[in-house]
């Protein structure tokens, strides 16, 4: 079964592509169960239900992605077949939008201290109010001329090594955990977030984790040992090595294992839906996994 658990549509403040736009992508690259995960929210989940149920052979489960720590880590949670029409994913989105807004000015000033200014009001302007996300900041800054003075965005601009995908590049070099610009937020505890998303019925399961815990990855196994149903084992982010550990230990601790692309279109243009790396050797126990999401709908 060709499957895509983690798909963001332009509700997450860096996706790009429209429910629909998504449901033809899946159409096209013959996914036959997809989820769209969108950062703590779940706006497109009606839309693409009715458009799932309307495509003969097409699967879709109800899913999130829900921002929350574990220790100091920053990381994400999908939850799958949440009840979705709660409005505490409402209060969820509203609370996650005002944390990561207040911190725009910071974020900015963070990044000027790094060798690279930025003007709030255009950078605002281009968000259309919404919160922008960091790859807007490298939107901003790579499409107007009046930036590229700074060196430190050469990397980023064609032909520079850091161009095949220089969005989500510079968001990794710049605002990801650990690097200059990043402004620390106070996310959900990852117990709260196991809460929140069992208790309203639905199964909590640990986004890339080789991404987060990348020369850690025998902590994730606390991660199930506080609530985590399952993992994301085969993905874009995770070698080969890491997908082979992480597949090792959803066996042996009988967890579910997932797999998603995180598509987000413009700001990952090399990742399709769809697309992301597996291993043969577990592709039956995949199929498993994948035949018990779909068997909680029915």
Avoid at 44 to 65: C, D, K, W
Avoid at 137 to 165: C, I, Q, T, W
Avoid at 185 to 195: K, M, S, T
Avoid at 244 to 262: I, P, Q, V
Wanted: glycine share 8%.
């Amino acid at each position: 079964m060709k499957a895509d658990l983690h798909i963001h549509s332009l509700f997450s403040n860096d996706g790009e592509k429209n429910i629909s736009e998504i449901v033809s992508l899946c159409k096209t690259y013959q996914v036959e169960l997809f989820s769209i995960t969108d950062h703590n929210s779940i706006r497109g989940t009606r839309e693409a239900a009715s458009l799932a149920a309307a495509s003969p052979g097409l699967h879709f489960v109800p899913g999130i992605e829900i921002d929350c720590q574990y220790r100091g880590t920053d990381l994400h949670l999908l939850g799958y077949h949440i009840d979705w029409e709660h409005f505490d994913f409402e209060i969820l989105e509203k609370q996650v939008q005002k944390k990561y807004m207040d911190a725009v000015p910071e974020m900015a000033a963070n990044l000027a201290r790094a060798g690279i200014s930025i003007d709030l009001e255009e950078l605002m302007a281009k968000s259309d109010g919404q919160v922008p996300s960091a790859e807007l900041f490298a939107e901003v800054l790579l499409s107007n001329r009046v930036y590229h003075k700074h060196e430190k965005l050469k990397p980023y601009m064609a032909g520079g090594h850091r161009s095949d995908m220089p969005l989500i590049n510079f968001y990794l070099d710049y605002f990801a955990q650990g690097k200059p610009a990043y402004v620390p937020i106070e996310h959900l505890p990852f117990r709260e977030a196991i809460a929140l998303v069992r208790d309203h019925g639905g199964i909590p399961v640990i986004a890339h984790p080789g991404l987060n815990f990348k020369g850690r990855e025998q902590e994730v196994e606390e991660l199930l040992d506080h609530g985590a149903d399952g993992l994301e084992v085969f993905n874009n982010y995770h070698s080969e090595e890491q997908s082979h550990f992480f597949a090792g230990l959803a066996d042996r601790r009988k967890a579910l294992m997932t797999c998603g692309s995180d598509f987000h279109g413009k700001t990952k243009p090399g990742i399709r839906i769809g697309q992301y790396g597996k291993t043969a050797a577990f592709g039956e126990r995949l199929t498993d996994s994948l035949r018990q999401l779909i068997a909680v709908n029915q």
